[in-house]
């Protein structure tokens, strides 16, 4: 090692110390499929391209700012048209472009070809959250922000997010694909605009309300992919990422055989008497995974846009049908949206149980306000 | 004796401006109507300056530290909305207000009472806009480009926001009709459309492009409008409706006014290089067709900025070639100015220096934008910093420049001073360096996937992050020099020359700094 490069080293070592997780990612990653190798190489030739173009045509001022300046004496000339070097540059750009189209056009054909697929992937977006459907094995889940981040990514929450696992990159359920099958996913949204997107798949496309859009990938190495929203959704636009873990098909298919278990186990739980303590314990976690960036942990929510729970007329007295109603179904024309789909009949009660009875809203302890997984059921 | 005060008469009493605010309030004079949009649109960009450094310092490091969410997705779309429609625009048409009635040897503009009100709608519009800030809900938080469904959910600024783009519409309209009326009719004998100057030749067809988007936007929030509160449903799947249509909608619009930032910065360049070259601007004709083709193919292009919403294989591939091809034109128009200096005699007075920063910097916005029209790889890039950074390149080094350029180079004519040119240089140097510091490692950011318009980020972002943090205060800060030098050159300063630079050609330079109240009262002949 000569003395640069290890002064080189230390000063690395030193910046690299002091932002612990950070690094200094400069380019595109090259990713995980054919697809996302291909444009990888098509963005390196077209940044080359321009900064090939770049370096000539600044080369050519710099040269002309250092040495055609009155402080040195250059006389003008006064040249001003020539149509043979007006055609030679347009010409030259527009073969250059026509040589980049060609590829472009090739690969945005083959990117768009999600047909043959092995498998199918429904992937739904919500404000702010992914739900993950596989169509040919029953199995369905949602993917939330992990809890880690969320306590951390609160305003002055004091954690700091470099020693958060994946901090705003990891949820609680990844959707989980074999790796070297063709996989095409079919991308929709219940309320607002999302786009999926994980850097190493490649492909980025949005999942529009009352529209389906297709796209595919065939993942070659197992391995945890990650990336984010990329279309504005709202408050929570940064905090519903996308995790992507590809498995060998053994491995999967175990996954997939595991999954069908736990939904079995799931129903069963919601047919028994919850006590009181329960469904505060389980509504709070509820709560605070699907409702609190909206109304917020302390439930006083966000004036003019969304309403506060505290002491609300929905929260207390005799309204438990509307509450229960209102959770289930949404309310139209405004960003409440139906949880009857994303929640089972106990986490609705859990929920519903605690909203009625945290903040003070149920001060008298009336055992009225507790709400049972039976009474959500009738509700359906 | 007699002529004398007779003259003397007319000039105070008749022809002169009304004393005090009044004067403002009911002028029709194209001087006093452009210095008004030029202030209105220096205060509007600290106003939306304000508004990035909070986006800056929230960002400034992972984990959120000032602002809620919320408020953040406010400032993102409210420093969009200002520095567009409050910044931009109307630095555009006051320049456009001063100098095109000069340019083309005319008294004043051809329409100036439509003038005055043009102008004065856009403070009441603004004020419509930031008051949105302080309703119930807060400001528009769905972006500027007010995508439904999620601008549907807006609350109490929702109809605020769709009026005040309507009155900022009207007034594009009517300031470009007047710039067209003015263009057509009033030009000196003897100048010829392909005589005019390009400053005057960019603002024609930027003209166009206005009446021919705006009420394309005005019909795309008033849809907004009757689906939100009349139950209609233009944008609703559920109801039949379509919310992509809006963003077809919206584009048709939004390429063209791409331009509109750009066109006129076109032209100031334009006037600019050939002065401190003291040379002639190389290929007139092939700028002006090449600005025509510019404006022509930013009617076909919209979709390049949708590419993510599921389009039909055969429309990606149509707007990924039309997209390409605006790179000719783009090119030859840089090819032009790089001529037009090659083998002259440059000096480097501040105007020049931000020209030439502007051809740099826009050059590379540029070169960025080709990367992006590439379809397979915008979806990679597609809603990321990299897309953040290349349209921060052509509009802050790019049309902010273009604008501090021309305010540079006609100060003096327009104050009849000499503004500090120590300062002028210290004013570029500083907005270069921290320009580059504040957006380039943006790239960096884009490319390593961070995706735009959020609040927090993970933590391999930090480090590009807190830079572009550092250059955003930099830059922000050293635009208070830029009001420094203004009011210094207003208040007093070395007598300019009539001439004021030593390579300057064109009318503007034959009247007196500061020119007469009204410009030409005699038309001059040109040959």
């Not at chain 1, 002064?7 to 380019?27: E, H, K, P, R, S």
């Not at chain 1, 509307?322 to 309310?331: A, P, Q, R, T, Y």
């Not at chain 1, 507790?370 to 509700?379: G, L």
């Not at chain 2, 609703?236 to 331009?259: K, N, R, T």
């Amino acid at each position: 090692m000569t003395k640069f490069t290890k002064v080189v080293a230390v000063i690395f070592g030193l910046i690299t110390a002091a932002t612990a997780q950070a690094d200094w990612t400069m380019n595109m990653r090259k990713g995980a499929t054919d697809i996302s190798h291909d444009i990888f190489d098509l963005h390196m030739i077209v940044l080359w391209v321009c900064v090939a173009i770049g370096v000539l045509v600044f080369g050519v001022m710099i040269w002309s700012m250092i040495y055609h300046r009155k402080s040195r004496g250059y006389e003008a000339s006064d040249f001003h048209e020539s149509t043979l070097v007006e055609i030679v540059w347009t010409v030259i750009p527009a073969v250059i472009l026509i040589l980049l189209a060609i590829p472009a056009g090739k690969m945005l054909i083959d990117i768009e070809d999600s047909s043959n697929s092995d498998m199918t992937v429904k992937v739904t977006g919500y404000q702010w959250k992914w739900e993950y459907e596989y169509p040919e094995e029953g199995i369905s889940f949602f993917s939330n922000l992990a809890a880690s981040s969320r306590e951390a990514a609160g305003l002055k929450a004091g954690v700091n997010p470099a020693t958060v696992d994946h901090y705003l990159l990891e949820v609680d359920n990844p959707l989980v694909l074999p790796v070297g099958k063709k996989v095409r996913f079919l991308l929709t949204s219940n309320d607002v605009n999302h786009a999926w997107w994980t850097p190493d798949l490649a492909i980025k496309k949005d999942a529009i309300p009352g529209f389906i859009n297709d796209m595919w990938a065939t993942i070659n190495e197992p391995g945890i992919y990650r990336g984010q929203c990329a279309e504005l959704c709202g408050r929570d636009h940064g905090f519903m990422p996308v995790v992507v873990v590809a498995k060998t098909q053994e491995d999967y298919d175990a996954w997939v055989a595991e999954q069908k278990g736990a939904a079995a186990a799931k129903a069963e739980e919601a047919d028994k008497e919850w006590s009181k303590e329960e469904l505060m314990t389980k509504g709070e976690e509820v709560y605070n995974t699907s409702c609190a960036s909206c109304h917020l942990q302390t439930g006083e929510g966000i004036p003019g846009v969304f309403p506060s729970l505290i002491g609300s007329p929905l929260t207390i007295g005799d309204s438990i049908d509307e509450h229960i109603d209102v959770v289930l179904n949404g309310k139209s024309g405004t960003a409440m949206q139906a949880f009857g789909n994303q929640l089972d009949d106990a986490e609705l009660a859990a929920v519903i149980t605690y909203e009625r009875n945290a903040w003070g809203n149920n001060a008298d302890g009336d055992d009225k306000q507790i709400v049972q997984p039976s009474m959500i059921k009738a509700k359906r | 004796m007699n002529a004398h005060a007779v003259d003397a008469h007319d000039d105070h009493d008749h022809h002169g401006p009304d004393k005090g605010l009044m004067r403002w309030v009911r002028t029709t004079n194209h001087k006093d109507i452009g210095t008004l949009y030029l202030l209105f649109s220096l205060l509007m960009f600290f106003v939306g300056g304000a508004m990035a450094l909070v986006i800056r310092a929230e960002l400034f490091q992972p984990g959120l530290q000032f602002v809620d969410p919320n408020f953040f997705n406010q400032m993102t779309t409210m420093h969009a909305l200002i520095m567009i429609f409050g910044v931009v625009m109307p630095a555009f048409v006051g320049l456009a207000n001063w100098m095109l009635p000069i340019m083309v040897g005319a008294p004043d503009m051809a329409l100036p009472r439509m003038n005055n009100f043009s102008f004065w709608i856009l403070p009441f519009a603004a004020t419509m806009l930031i008051g949105t800030l302080f309703v119930e809900g807060g400001g528009p938080a769905a972006g500027w480009t007010m995508y439904p469904p999620l601008v549907l959910q807006g609350g109490k600024s929702f109809p605020m926001l769709i009026f005040s783009v309507h009155l900022l519409g009207i007034s594009s309209i009517m300031g470009a009709i007047n710039i067209v009326a003015t263009i057509m009719n009033l030009r000196a004998p003897g100048m010829t459309y392909m005589k005019m100057p390009l400053f005057v030749w960019t603002w024609f067809i930027t003209a166009y492009l206005l009446i021919a988007t705006m009420p394309v936007l005005a019909g795309a929030v008033t849809m907004l409008l009757t689906d939100k509160y009349f139950a209609t449903s233009f944008f609703s799947a559920a109801g039949g409706g379509d919310p992509v249509m809006f963003q077809h909608i919206f584009w048709f619009f939004g390429h063209p006014e791409v331009y509109i930032l750009i066109l006129p910065a076109f032209g100031i360049v334009s006037q600019i290089i050939p002065t401190f070259a003291r040379k002639p601007l190389f290929g007139y004709a092939s700028m002006v067709y090449a600005t025509a083709s510019i404006a022509f193919l930013s009617f076909i292009v919209w979709a390049h900025h949708m590419f993510t919403v599921g389009m039909p294989v055969v429309g990606e591939l149509f707007f990924m070639m039309a997209t390409m091809l605006i790179a000719v034109p783009t090119g030859v128009k840089v090819f032009n100015w790089v001529s037009t200096m090659w083998r002259g005699s440059m000096t480097f007075e501040t105007p020049m220096l931000f020209a030439i920063g502007f051809v740099i910097m826009f050059t590379i916005g540029g070169l960025s934008g080709l990367m992006l029209a590439m379809t397979p790889i915008d979806f990679q890039y597609h809603d990321t910093y990299f897309v953040v950074a290349h349209f921060h390149y052509v509009l802050v080094p790019g049309a902010v420049f273009s604008i501090v350029a021309a305010v540079y180079y006609w100060l003096p004519k327009w104050t009849g001073h000499m503004y500090d040119e120590k300062l002028g240089r210290l004013h570029f140097w500083l907005s270069t360096i921290f320009v580059n510091v504040l957006f380039w490692p943006q790239h960096y950011l884009g490319l390593a996937g961070m995706p735009r318009r959020i609040p927090d980020y993970a933590v391999q972002f930090a480090d590009f992050n807190m830079i572009s943090s550092i250059g955003a205060f930099g830059f922000g800060l050293s635009q208070l020099l830029f009001v420094v030098v203004v009011f210094k050159a207003i208040r007093g300063g070395q007598q300019a020359t009539d001439q004021v630079w030593e390579g300057a050609e064109g009318l503007e330079w034959t009247l007196s700094s500061p020119p007469p109240y009204h410009s030409f009262s005699v038309q001059p002949e040109i040959k």
